[in-house]
């Protein structure tokens, strides 16, 4: 199994270049099935979630070609299988949306049921009720989910909760429907403004993404031939915020986008640490043990769940007693227990933890629970006096490309050991 191991503490200073969004790839990859010609994405994260989606897309009859471990061109001109592989899909969250882009393409899509992170409940009845609403039959039996239909005819869709999935998934089966589709109650997250260009640059028609109002008019045909670049890393990006802050550092954290961070920016801010806005890039520097503070996670533009963990190791070591709440998962503090291990003092009465903060944390042996719990161990051994050894990094892998180098390169004392199971 391999492990980080993290010698700490260490304060973060220098620069670091965010990656494409995984959340935005994850999303954009299946959404070029719905394309019959040729497209070139560019600034995709170098992750396993992408590696495995860009072989699932070749057994459904993509050509991928790489250009460079960022770079590819998707022919999926002779998409000629609709059935994605069970094992495959049922690994990760974001295969759902090959319900969406395989049903606007062929009329037909089997998926595993949704695999991912272990964060509680994560249903997906919206995503159904938009496929139903366009007049497809969806079955939900023996570890897949199948649906079919023989037009998809646009229709409004009202989102009884806010869903990125959903509202996503909502856009893939509209976009070749006949006539228009209306999402109300849609999610605003930026990824879903990017997957909205996206689709957008290859002939599509939609509307209105980034409001909770959009409308899809279906096109007949999305041609291809574009290059598109995807969106930079809204979390990435905040994680090294966090980084900073925890770790008393001064981070310029380059090719990200402001303006998406402006409800983390606002929350250093209060806590006593400074952030510059340098357009494309955003600088971040803490010189003091932060405030307490209370937050509560919500959908886009509120405090994204994603960086509630890293926010967490913040207000672990915070001056006074912070509260987190957790509006969005419901098992998303799972790796207090293993902040507790370093040192913290965080009780967690179901979707709210009282975090008691300590003067330091000290390392420990700990266990990345989920991917962004991963990314807060690798914080919070940066600012841990002693060795602090990490494990599960198959979820960190999933979604962080380099991080060890990017953290690397900042000061840390990191290291990755492959041990023989
Ligand atoms: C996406 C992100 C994930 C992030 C989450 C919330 C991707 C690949 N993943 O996940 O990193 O944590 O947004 O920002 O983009 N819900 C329902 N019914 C549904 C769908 C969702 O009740 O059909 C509920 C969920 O249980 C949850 C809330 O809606 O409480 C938000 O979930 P959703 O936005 O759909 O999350 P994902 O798209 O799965």
Not at 39 to 51: A, T, W
Not at 56 to 75: C, P, Q, T, V, Y
Not at 138 to 148: F, M, T
Not at 242 to 259: F, H
Request: net charge negative; proline share 4%; charged share 20%.
């Amino acid at each position: 199994m391999d492990k980080l191991v993290i010698n700490g503490p260490t304060k973060l200073k220098g620069e670091v270049t965010i990656s494409g969004a995984k959340n935005a790839a994850v999303a954009i990859l299946p959404a070029a099935l719905l394309i019959d010609g040729v497209c070139k994405i560019e600034n995709l994260p170098n992750i396993s979630d992408v590696r495995t989606y860009c072989e699932i897309l070749e057994k459904l009859g993509a050509k991928i070609k790489w250009f460079s471990d960022n770079e590819i061109e998707i022919d999926a001109r002779n998409i000629d299988c609709t059935q994605a592989p069970l094992d495959m899909t049922s690994k990760f969250r974001a295969s759902y949306y090959l319900l969406g882009s395989l049903l606007g393409r062929c009329g037909t899509a089997e998926v595993g049921i949704p695999g991912g992170c272990n964060l509680g409940a994560r249903p997906i009845d919206q995503h159904i009720k938009a496929f139903e609403s366009l007049g497809a039959k969806v079955d939900v039996s023996q570890g897949k989910i199948s649906a079919k239909v023989k037009k998809l005819i646009g229709n409004s869709i009202y989102m009884d909760v806010v869903s990125v999935g959903a509202t996503i998934n909502a856009i893939l089966v509209s976009v070749l429907a006949e006539g228009t589709t209306t999402i109300d109650n849609a999610a605003k997250e930026p990824h879903i403004v990017d997957v909205a260009n996206f689709l957008n640059t290859m002939g599509a028609d939609i509307r209105g993404a980034g409001t909770d109002v959009i409308k899809i008019n279906g096109v007949k045909k999305l041609h291809g031939d574009c290059t598109y670049s995807v969106v930079p890393d809204q979390i990435e990006a905040g994680t090294f915020m966090l980084a900073a802050v925890a770790s008393k550092g001064d981070i310029l954290i380059k090719n990200c986008i402001p303006e998406h961070l402006d409800c983390i920016t606002a929350k250093i801010i209060e806590i006593g640490g400074n952030v510059e806005d340098l357009g494309d890039s955003i600088r971040v520097s803490m010189n003091k043990r932060p405030n307490k503070a209370t937050i509560k996670t919500l959908p886009y533009p509120g405090y994204p769940t994603d960086l509630q963990p890293q926010m967490g190791v913040v207000l672990s070591i915070a001056d006074g007693t912070s509260i987190i709440n957790e509006s969005i998962w419901d098992s998303r503090f799972q790796y207090t227990c293993e902040l507790n291990k370093m040192g913290a003092k965080i009780t967690d009465q179901g979707k709210t933890a009282v975090f008691e903060g300590v003067k330091n944390l000290t390392g420990a042996p700990v266990y990345a629970t989920d991917l962004r719990a991963g990314a807060a161990l690798i914080i919070a051994g940066n600012i841990a006096d002693g060795e602090t050894q990490l494990y599960n990094l198959q979820h960190i892998d999933r979604g962080y490309e380099n991080i060890e180098e990017k953290f690397r390169s900042l000061g840390a004392k990191i290291q990755r050991i492959c041990e023989p199971d």
